[in-house]
């Protein structure tokens, strides 16, 4: 194994920044670190060389940064990117047409230290993260004293999308979706009233080639505005609202999207909807009283009934740890043929209970999948279980692997530094001091008829219902459902090491 780990000093923009690389043929895991910085990592993409762009703002300053990998992970460059009197987010990553060369857009939302209204910065950078040309842009109707908090891209042909979040105090205002020219020109500019959509999780293409923006309509929807090349309004349709049928226990079980910035969704190839999103659960017992869960992670498939998901898989906790989705980009997914290709989720694990009983109040670890276009799970695994690392973005990558990138440090004391995991097609760092352990998951799910169970040697695995009533076990890792009414059921599985996961199954026949 090749093992690096060494300090470096740019003398050029700073002194003191360390980062340390273990890298070998399968993955890598980078670190890097200033003292006088705590990075939030915002975004990370694949570069036509196989290395990766991630950027990442300043916790406790003004300024954002672009870090530059090789396929090894080790840092060949890194770029500042400050203006006066203003704080800089580097939020999102576009990797421009072929005909630049390797050259990169970055949006960066502008706060200018004296409250006043939020503006846009356009990056452009070539592939050695020099600036060719930096944009400022204010549309006429940004609220005065807002501040964007997230953004979303979209590449097309001759122009790319932006759609952006801002927030007015606490709560979210408005959607505005901008339209630009690869020089950084503003081309169209359309503003959403909160009343249409209150915030924006992703923006693609449908299968006519008009402009799909995904997003929360609010409490317990979840849904797609499509718009023209100009930006007009073609159509709404809510998805994402759904009940599991009432079992014999005399309860339902309302599923709705809690967090809206941590989900992701995106149209795979074959033209289905793929969603992950952490989810709040709301059990309604016989007498009326409901108990809610917020830790559950869902990465649902859906075709063309979007209140019912044709596959899903419902994540939860694993003895005692509860699962959340990674912060800007849970999910991502990579044609690897024709109708055909990878989806990676990613998850941040946080322990529970923690002191005091309550769940810890930092990150333990994450836990990644990796599925085909129907969510047929290949692998489900946990990495990272020695330290505070926060997964931001995960990345789809050529090699049928993918990235995570995030922020590694003290959640207490807001000191961030910026990993970087690469993890290959199989689901291994290869590296001896990273624990990679196997997850449990179930298949099909909703189930009708035959269940199966992935990912570990399933020794035992015993059903409960939403009372907590035992209603079957079975011994290997096939069972069939057909007896149990339909609704939600807990499974306890024991593996052939001896260590019980807990997953959901929903049966509705």
């Known amino acids: 194994m090749k093992t690096k780990c060494r300090m470096v000093t740019f003398l050029l923009f700073f002194v003191g920044v360390t980062f340390c690389c273990n890298a070998q043929e399968k993955g890598f895991l980078t670190t890097y670190s200033e003292p006088d910085h705590s990075w939030f990592v915002t975004d990370a993409i694949e570069t036509s060389d196989g290395g990766f762009l991630v950027s990442a703002y300043d916790y406790w300053g003004p300024s954002s940064m672009l870090l530059k990998l090789s396929v090894e992970g080790e840092i060949q460059t890194k770029r500042s990117v400050m203006a006066e009197d203003t704080t800089i987010y580097a939020y999102r990553i576009l990797h421009l047409p072929e005909e630049n060369g390797d050259e990169y857009m970055v949006l960066c939302p502008s706060h200018p230290a004296d409250g006043s209204t939020a503006a846009l910065m356009l990056l452009h950078v070539d592939e050695d993260l020099n600036i060719v040309s930096r944009r400022t842009i204010a549309c006429s109707f940004f609220d005065e004293g807002s501040r964007f908090f997230d953004a979303k891209f979209l590449k ?31 081309l169209n500019c359309q503003r959403l009233e909160r009343d249409s959509l209150a915030e924006a999780c992703n923006l693609f293409h449908d299968e006519e080639g008009r402009i799909g923006l995904f997003g929360d309509f609010g409490p317990s929807h979840m849904g797609i505005l499509l718009f023209d090349d100009s930006l007009q309004s073609i159509s709404r349709d809510t998805i994402f609202q759904w009940t599991v049928p009432e079992g014999n226990s005399g309860e339902s079980c309302h599923y709705f999207i809690h967090d809206m910035i941590n989900s992701q969704a995106g ?34 498939k859906y075709e063309n009934d979007f209140h019912q998901p044709e596959n899903m898989l419902i994540t939860e906790h694993m003895n005692d740890t509860v699962e959340y989705p990674a912060f800007y980009r849970s999910m991502d997914f990579r044609e690897i043929a024709e109708m055909k290709c990878n ?28 599925a085909d276009q129907d969510l047929n799970v290949e692998w489900k695994k946990r990495f990272l279980r020695d330290g505070n690392y926060q997964a931001m973005v995960i990345n789809a990558t050529a090699d049928g692997g993918c990235l995570v990138a995030g922020s590694l440090g003290n959640f207490q004391a807001q000191r961030f530094d910026v990993f970087a995991l690469k993890i290959d097609a199989d689901g291994n760092v290869g590296l001896d001091e990273i624990q990679e352990e196997n997850m449990a998951f179930v298949y099909p799910n909703p189930a009708k008829e035959t269940i199966r169970v992935g990912g570990v040697e399933a020794v035992e695995t015993e059903v409960y219902n939403a009372s907590g ?15 149990l009414a339909d609704g939600i059921y807990v499974l306890r599985i024991t593996d052939d090491k001896g260590l019980t996961q807990t997953l959901r199954l929903v049966v509705n026949k």
């Open 156 to 186: 097309s042909d001759s122009s790319f999308y932006a759609a952006l979040t801002s927030r007015l105090g606490e709560m979210p205002n408005s959607i505005f979706l901008t339209r630009f020219d690869f020089d950084g020109n503003l």
């Open 267 to 300: 149209k795979l190839p074959n033209g289905s909807y793929v969603v992950s999103s952490r989810l709040s659960e709301t059990l309604l017992h016989a007498n009326g009283y409901p108990y809610a869960y917020d830790h559950s992670v869902i990465l649902a």
């Open 343 to 370: 989806v990676f989720q990613c998850s941040i694990l946080n322990e529970y209970p923690g002191p005091g009983g309550l769940m810890q109040p930092f990150p333990t670890g994450i836990s990644v999948i990796k």
């Open 469 to 483: 009533q035992r209603v079957m076990n079975f011994r290997g890792n096939e069972a069939n459902v057909e007896a």
